[in-house]
């Protein structure tokens, strides 16, 4: 069965340094997602991503976030200088459109230090 | 960003009763699905309803659409412990990219 893969799976990482999550949606999909939930609270709406280009960002998503589809199956997102807040379970989704369902990879743990 | 609120936060309850898990909203929505949450894992879809006043059955999990497609209710009958979890709602918008936003969460324990 097709599934959202994310890479890696836990990411440590010193304050102010910049990583990138990885996302491989699945291949047919044509939409693109990015989430991220803090420890105990609700899911978040980072981004959303289709025709390659952004389609909505929220507040969270300011100019220390963005996000890439750079050879057409990896859809990554960046944050250039991590802050302490940033630490969350950050979940890439993807769908085919319209109101289908919306598949979620297993999510990424970014702690912050 | 469209809010959604959940009602229960928090339900612990009895193996074997019945319970019944809110979804609210001010704003309308083309679309409205609920995913469960395991600890450490990324939602998983649960079903997807579109009509007003829609209702879906899954085994002993019942989903309902309200009627002005603002609010939903999963209600679940005999509960057993293999549902303990993080049930999520999530409102589709068909606009721009189809974006889900999702409820607060009830994290449900059911006790053997």
């Known amino acids: 069965e097709p599934e959202v893969t994310q890479t890696p799976s836990h990411q440590v990482t010193q304050m102010g340094q910049e990583v990138i999550l990885r996302c491989v949606p699945i291949?047919?999909?044509?939409?693109f997602y990015w989430y991220r939930q803090i420890l105990g609270q609700k899911v978040e709406f980072l981004v959303s991503?289709?025709?390659?280009?952004?389609?909505?960002k929220s507040e969270i998503f300011d100019d220390q976030f963005s996000v890439e589809r750079p050879d057409g199956s990896n859809f990554t997102l960046k944050i250039r200088s991590t802050k302490l807040e940033d630490s969350a379970m950050y979940f890439c989704a993807s769908r085919l459109g319209g109101n289908t369902e919306a598949f979620f990879g297993q999510g990424t743990r970014l702690t912050v230090v | 960003t469209q809010l959604l609120e959940q009602s229960p936060q928090f339900l612990s309850i009895q193996e074997g009763e019945n319970l019944t898990v809110y979804c609210n909203s001010s704003s309308v929505f083309s679309s409205l699905q609920w995913y469960r949450q395991e600890p450490g894992e990324g939602p998983v879809l649960l079903v997807t309803v579109v009509t007003g006043g829609e209702v879906k059955k899954l085994k002993r999990l019942t989903f309902q659409f309200g009627d002005a497609r603002k609010d939903s209710s999963l209600h679940i009958t005999a509960a057993q412990t293999g549902d303990t979890g993080l049930y999520l709602c999530?409102?589709?918008?068909?606009?721009?990219?189809?974006?889900?936003?999702f409820g607060t969460g009830t994290r449900l324990t059911v006790i053997p």
């Open positions: 291949s047919n999909h044509l939409y």
């Open positions: 999530a409102g589709g918008v068909l606009t721009g990219a189809n974006n889900l936003f």
């Open positions: 991503f289709y025709n390659n280009e952004i389609s909505e």
